[in-house]
Structure formats: structure tokens, C-alpha cells
């Protein structure tokens, strides 16, 4: 009897010490994440306080709601529930310190923003420099704690807990069936369209439209989603409908959750049921944070007003759900279910300009004997236009080495292609060190140039706003308002103007069309950036581009534009099957696109085309980079649209990484596909520069370099080529180009015609060799013959002249 009343009085003690830590802590201090809750409580909640200027709901406060307020009695929760609550909570000051950086130094992620208020995190880094300080601590937080709750409802507070990614609405990671909803008109406003930036098509009506919307016009319509797991969800971003032609938009909504889909329990704020604000036109992102973060499985978008456009306007909307995915309890290999992300070592975060410069300069110190920065010129606001350049002789053109170019961010805001291009030349760095010898090779046998960012600016003003709430087109243009995808000159309109007019085909051009020169004229309304890509472009003998865009999947191929400006028709090069392995190169190796279970991004089912596309059977796009590069210069280029999603949540980078390794690689090596060599002079050996290469029933040429050195990307198969230079005689041969992944070398010797022979020997003071002096004498009786044969022509004409007048 006197053990039992021991153990009871020490199980008392136990219990009462537990109380007193939880309430000092909870004095003390913000409150924490996954808060213990009381055991009747049908979902675990967290509280956290609004962030300043993005309170939504009717009424700001902290009070979780209770089990009282449910209109249907809950389930009680479970033990393991309650026990996935504690452990996903951790005090907020724990990650201040991880979380807190800069504004420029990262990019405005959901998960990123300040932890505390700027008081509180003022102090704590006084309290961190000076440890005697230490003692006042909670001191100090009861201090700052009223102070936060006073300035909930004005400006100066911000949540304690950081924020969850995206579930992946918009990223497609979220799939169609875990999607439903109270009704829907028809099968093109389904709930599987109700995705964050979805985009419809050009006509309403079709089986892409551009949200959901419901078939009944009352408060009790609903969107659901399903997380799959239980999840903590903190927010949700909407957005209103997609539509040339309607305009729906949810002025107000409410959120409930459930963990079985049958029980609701709707999000409060304090006692009230919480109403979120909606938007106010259709495209820009609006977010709301709960009040309480909440646990649960299922969670329902409620519309309670909308745009009525009189007694027609439709409750249709966008969504982006925000939570963090608890671990299973009933999954003892949990570890096989979590996504793997990367191995690599990289850098997986969106990098500002600031923050750009700093990665690039730290791979150049890392690998200085294969790197270089250079920058090709200034954006509108003076931003640099860096490229990093890699190769075993950096700075230089190396005889017979091809030069390959990656060009990404010319939208601002399609930001994938940068942070892959930045993780490009880490990973290039590094493996390079490492000794692997497909990157030894690429990199001795190829110069590379990698532009992360054409378009600063409108990065910069995207980057701002953060993944999720730059909508669908804020930073796509340049800080002029200028598409440059549409910005280059149209050489397309200019070579087909000329196959109209001109009667001799022999006089046409095929290749290095002039720029028109209303184009070059200061006047001219280009943007400073595409100007300094034109002449990057001139400057370097680029063999292969890829230009990385976002927004879909899919590679598109030249042409971009319609011959007769129809919206849709397919328009090939000289080169279609060509660019069609290339495009099949990166298509097939891309681990999303060459899914095929994968669903349509938007408005085009591309996987029927095997995910490549030729652009202008896209849409038609007169001015784009891939027709200027292909008409004006040498280099063969594409564009490579990277994701369903613009702007990727930075937790998406690393498997987006992943994705796209293998084709970034593959896709560099096709440079080497072909033939190349070097065109010389036969007497001294010299390279012959503007050589035009040409290959039977390919009717588009190539010309050779300064040095003599031409590259001619060709499938494999035979061919017959031909090279010519002003003032030599052509030289022919054929060609076999093989399987291999390196080119097949084929080199001409011109011979000098005999009057560029003559002035180059004259020229030297040498003596003429014995052809040369045959030629001479054949050619003496020949031109004998011509000269008579004129003057006995104008001979018989005077004679007949002379007969008339008789």
C-alpha cells in the first residue's frame, strides 16, 4: 500500500512539473508548430500569427477553434494523431536562425519568410552576441509577446510558423483524382482544371478550359482536394478563371477540413467561422494563411461570393493548397516512399542577381583552369548579361572544336531553365574534378557558353513576388514591356519575299541573311538585351543553341513562323529531319516528358506528337531567337519548354534536377553529330574563311570561320559536299557520316583560280610554277579566239547597218 501511494504521489509530481514547463513556455514564448491539443479535438491545429499585410480573414486572431463550434459531432483523435502533431511542432525561435537571411539573398518562398516579428528577432541576435545576456531572456519575450498580438491587426507582425511548400496543384504533382467537387458545368471546367496558372485555350467551351466552375450558382459548391496523407495544410493561393472571353472570379471563400471526407470541420478564426478574401481579377495570385495551421487529409475551397455579371456570372476559380506532408506512423519503410530528390551536390535554391554572380564567381574559383566569366552586355536597368563559358581553353577558339550555347531566362519569369543552367556549371565544375569522362570529354572536345539569364530584369521583378504569386505573365518581359522571344529580326518574311520575286532561283540565298537595316537603326524598338545576344551571336561561331523556356513540356523546332501567317501550320527547314532528332534527343531522355502516363499541361495534348512539336503548327511566333539563329548564322537551335509550372517551388528544384540531367547532357554531345573539317588554301595552307559548304538536296549552306574551320550538323548517312570560296575553284566530295557520337572529318584544299593565283604570286615576287604557266598559255589562244570572235560579230552588224541605209 505505502509503494502504490508512492508511485501515485511521484506520477502527480511528474505530471504537475510537465504542466508548469508547458505554461512557462507557452508564456514565454511564440507559440509552437503541431501544438499538443486537447485530446476531443477533431483535428491538430498549430497557432501562428498573420504575416503583415496578407491577413485575410474577417477577424485576426490567435484562438484555436473547438470541437463546440463543429456543426457535426467529431471523431475523438487519436493517440497516434496527436502524437504526428508533437512531433512535426519545434519552437519557432529553433528556426529563426536556419530561416532568417536577407531579402536579397533568397528569393520570397512561402517557406522562407521571418519567422518573428522584427523586434523579437532583433533581440535574439543581441542576446546570441552577448551570452551574460542570456539570463534576461524571457524577460525580454514578455516584452516583445503583447507586443506582436497588439500589432496583429496593423503591421508589424509576422507568422511563427514558416510556411509549407505547395501540395503541387500547379506542378501537376497533385493528380487529377485527387481532385473533386460539389458539381461542375462540364467536362472542361472539371475539378482536375481548377490548377494555380492553369491556361485555357483560345476558344471557351473545348475540353481545356481555364479553371473550375461550378454547375449551380449558391454558397454550397466546394472544391476539393485530396492530400492522400495527413497533412498540415497553412494557406491557400487563388486565383480566378482563365478566359479570352469570361470573366469569374471568388470574391470570398471559406475552408473546411476532414480526415475521412465525411466529418467537415471548418477553419476558424477565434470563435467565427474564418472567410478568406478572394480576387479581384482573374490572373494575379491571392494568398491567405490560416489562422491555425490544421492537420488533416481532405480540404474543401468553399466560394461564398463572387463576380455575378447580373444573374449569369459562374463560381469558378484557380488553387494552390499549402502543406507539409506528415510522416506515416503505419509506414516502418517510410524512407522508400519519400521522394529522392538529387544526389548531387548542388546548389537547390532560386538565386536573385545578387546571388547569381556570387555562384558563378565560386564556380570559376572552384575550376579556374576550365571556366570564364565574360559578359556579352547590359540589360535596360544596367544588369550584366553573364555567360559562364567551360572548356579545357577558356577565352579562346580552338581549331575544330565546336562552340555550344544554353541560353534560359529570356521570359523572366519561366525561372526553371536558370537554376538548371546555374546547376549545369556546378555540376560540370565538379565532375570534371572528380575525373568522370563523359564530362572530360564534353569539356576538352566542346567550348560551352551558358547564359542563365537574358532577361534580369524580368527576373528580378518576378523573383520579388516569389514562386506560387507571380502569376502567369509579371517579369515575362523585359523592363520596356518587350517580348523578346518576338524581338528578333524577321528574316522569315525577308527569304520568302525573295522566292516570290525573284525569277532565277540561282541567285538566291539560303543562309546569312543580311538583318534588315530599319531593324539596326537606333530607332529601331529592340531591346538592349536582344541587341547584345545578336551580337554574341555574330561574334562566336555557335554550331548548336537550346533556348530554355517554361510553362510546358515540350521541344519546339524551327520554324517558329508561318509562311502566310495562318495561326497554325507546319513550316520545316531545309533541315527537318535534323532538328527533329534533336528535339527527339532531349524529349526522350527528359524522365516527365518521356512519361506516358503524364497529363496535358494546358490547352495541347503534346504527347501525341512524342513531345516535340514544330513551332509554327504551335502558334506562330515571327521574330523568335531559333529562326534569326537558324537564317543568320550558323547554329542550329531549339527551344525546350522544361515544365508545366513557370516558377517552381525551390523544393521542386532538386527533382526537377533530376529530370532534366541526363537531356542537358545528351543534348550538348549532339554538337559532335555530323561532319566538320577545315577548308585550306592548296598553296599555302591557310584557312579560308567564308567558305560556303555546301550539301546536295540540303538547300541550306554553312560557311566556314576565320580560321578555315566549318561544322555541318547531318544524321547519319552519305552525302555529297561541296565547298566553294570567292577567287577558288569548287572542290567536291562525299561524305559518310556514321552512327558514332563524333563527327566525320572531311577537309577540302581549294585551288586559287588563275588570276587570284597570279595577283598572290605577283604579289610575293615568286617565280610562276609550270602549271601555272600551262594555264596561262591555254588560256591566251582562248581568249584569242573570244576577242576575234566579237569583233567579227561587230563587224557583220555595221555591214548590215550600212546595207539598210543603201
Avoid at 454547375?215 to 480566378?240: C, H, M, P, S
Avoid at 492537420?295 to 476559380?317: E, F, H, K, S
Amino acid at each position: 500500500m505505502a509503494g502504490a501511494l508512492h508511485i501515485t504521489l511521484f506520477i502527480f509530481l511528474h505530471i504537475s512539473a510537465s504542466f508548469l514547463l508547458i505554461s512557462a513556455t507557452t508564456a514565454n514564448d511564440t507559440t509552437t508548430v503541431g501544438s499538443t491539443v486537447a485530446s476531443d479535438t477533431a483535428f491538430p491545429t498549430a497557432e501562428s500569427f498573420f504575416p503583415a499585410g496578407k491577413t485575410n480573414v474577417t477577424e485576426v486572431t490567435t484562438t484555436r477553434f473547438t470541437a463546440s463550434q463543429s456543426t457535426a459531432e467529431p471523431p475523438e483523435t487519436t493517440p497516434t494523431t496527436k502524437h504526428l502533431t508533437e512531433d512535426t511542432g519545434r519552437p519557432a525561435g529553433t528556426a529563426l536562425y536556419k530561416k532568417e537571411t536577407k531579402e536579397e539573398e533568397g528569393p520570397l518562398e512561402l517557406e522562407r519568410r521571418s519567422t518573428r516579428s522584427l523586434k523579437v528577432a532583433k533581440e535574439r541576435k543581441t542576446i546570441a552576441k552577448k551570452p551574460k545576456l542570456i539570463t534576461k531572456k524571457p524577460k525580454v519575450v514578455k516584452k516583445a509577446k503583447p507586443q506582436v498580438k497588439h500589432s496583429v491587426s496593423q503591421s508589424g507582425a509576422t507568422e511563427t510558423v514558416p510556411q509549407c511548400p505547395p501540395l503541387g496543384l500547379e506542378s501537376l504533382k497533385v493528380k487529377d483524382n485527387q481532385l473533386r467537387a460539389s458539381s461542375y458545368k462540364r467536362r472542361g471546367l472539371g475539378p482536375h482544371r481548377g490548377r494555380l496558372n492553369i491556361q485555357s485555350g483560345v476558344d471557351d467551351g473545348d475540353i481545356y478550359d481555364g479553371g473550375w466552375c461550378a454547375q449551380y450558382r449558391d454558397k454550397k459548391q466546394w472544391l476539393e482536394v485530396d492530400a492522400l496523407r495527413l497533412t498540415r495544410f497553412t494557406g491557400v493561393i487563388l486565383q480566378g478563371r482563365s478566359s479570352i472571353w469570361s470573366w469569374n472570379v471568388v470574391h470570398t471563400y471559406k475552408v473546411q477540413f476532414s480526415n475521412d471526407s465525411l466529418v467537415w470541420k471548418p477553419c476558424m478564426n477565434g470563435t467565427i467561422e474564418a472567410v478568406f478574401e478572394g480576387n479581384q481579377d482573374t490572373e494575379t495570385p491571392v494568398l491567405a494563411l490560416f489562422n491555425t495551421s490544421t492537420v488533416a487529409r481532405y480540404i474543401r475551397i468553399n466560394p461564398q461570393t463572387w463576380y455575378q455579371n447580373g444573374t449569369q456570372g459562374d463560381v469558378c476559380l484557380r488553387a494552390e493548397v499549402l502543406g507539409c506532408t506528415l510522416p506515416d506512423p503505419n509506414n516502418i519503410y517510410a524512407w522508400q516512399t519519400q521522394p529522392t530528390g538529387s544526389k548531387d551536390k548542388l546548389d537547390f535554391r532560386h538565386h536573385n542577381y545578387k546571388e547569381m554572380r556570387k555562384l558563378m564567381k565560386s564556380v570559376n574559383e572552384a575550376c579556374p583552369d576550365i571556366t570564364r566569366i565574360y559578359s556579352i552586355g547590359k540589360s535596360y536597368t544596367g544588369l550584366k548579361l553573364y555567360v559562364m563559358e567551360i572548356s579545357d581553353n577558356p577565352g579562346k577558339h580552338e581549331l575544330g572544336e565546336p562552340e555550344f550555347r544554353y541560353v534560359a531566362g529570356m521570359h523572366g519569369n519561366e525561372v526553371l531553365g536558370r537554376e538548371l543552367l546555374l546547376n549545369l556549371m556546378q555540376y560540370l565544375c565538379q565532375e570534371y574534378k572528380r575525373g568522370d569522362q563523359r564530362v572530360v570529354r564534353l569539356v576538352t572536345e566542346t567550348r560551352i557558353h551558358l547564359l542563365p539569364s537574358m532577361n534580369p530584369d524580368g527576373y528580378e521583378m518576378a523573383f520579388k513576388k516569389g514562386s506560387e504569386l507571380a502569376g502567369w505573365a509579371l517579369g515575362r518581359y523585359s523592363y520596356e514591356g518587350i517580348d523578346m522571344n518576338h524581338n528578333f529580326a524577321d528574316l522569315n518574311s525577308e527569304m520568302w519575299s525573295a522566292i516570290e520575286l525573284e525569277t532565277d532561283r540561282s541567285k538566291l540565298i539560303n543562309h546569312y541573311f543580311p538583318i534588315p537595316e530599319q531593324y539596326t537603326s537606333e530607332e529601331a524598338f529592340v531591346a538592349s538585351e536582344t541587341r547584345a545576344v545578336i551580337n554574341w551571336m555574330q561574334n562566336i561561331p555557335f554550331v548548336l543553341s537550346a533556348n530554355l523556356h517554361g510553362g510546358e513540356l515540350v521541344v519546339v523546332y524551327p520554324f517558329d513562323m508561318t509562311r502566310d501567317w495562318a495561326p497554325h501550320e507546319h513550316t520545316p527547314t531545309a533541315d527537318e529531319s535534323f532538328f527533329r532528332w534533336l528535339a527527339t534527343v532531349y524529349a526522350s531522355t527528359n524522365q516527365v516528358m518521356s512519361n506516358p502516363d503524364r497529363r496535358p499541361c494546358h490547352n495541347k495534348d503534346f504527347i501525341r506528337y512524342n513531345n516535340i512539336i514544330n513551332g509554327a503548327a504551335w502558334h506562330n511566333v515571327p521574330g523568335s531567337m531559333n529562326d534569326f539563329s537558324y537564317l543568320h548564322t550558323n547554329c542550329f537551335e531549339v527551344t525546350v519548354e522544361l515544365s508545366c509550372d513557370k516558377f517552381p517551388h525551390a523544393s521542386e528544384l532538386p527533382i526537377e534536377w533530376e529530370n532534366n540531367r541526363e537531356s542537358l547532357l545528351v543534348y550538348m554531345e549532339q554538337v559532335h553529330r555530323g561532319i566538320k573539317g577545315v577548308v585550306r588554301d592548296k598553296d599555302n595552307e591557310a584557312g579560308i574563311a567564308d567558305a560556303i559548304i555546301i550539301v546536295d538536296d540540303i538547300d541550306h549552306h554553312v560557311r566556314s570561320v576565320a580560321d578555315g574551320d566549318y561544322w555541318r550538323l547531318l544524321n547519319p548517312g552519305e552525302y555529297r559536299v561541296t565547298v566553294s570560296a570567292e577567287g577558288y575553284f569548287p572542290s567536291s566530295r562525299t561524305c559518310q557520316v556514321m552512327y558514332e557520337h563524333y563527327p566525320t572529318i572531311c577537309d577540302f584544299r581549294l585551288t586559287k583560280m588563275p588570276k587570284q593565283r597570279l595577283k598572290y604570286i605577283l604579289a610575293r615576287r615568286g617565280k610562276l610554277p609550270k602549271d601555272l604557266q600551262l594555264r596561262l598559255r591555254q588560256l591566251r589562244p582562248r581568249k584569242l579566239r573570244v576577242t576575234t570572235k566579237a569583233i567579227n560579230q561587230r563587224r557583220l552588224a555595221d555591214a548590215a547597218r550600212r546595207a539598210k541605209r543603201m
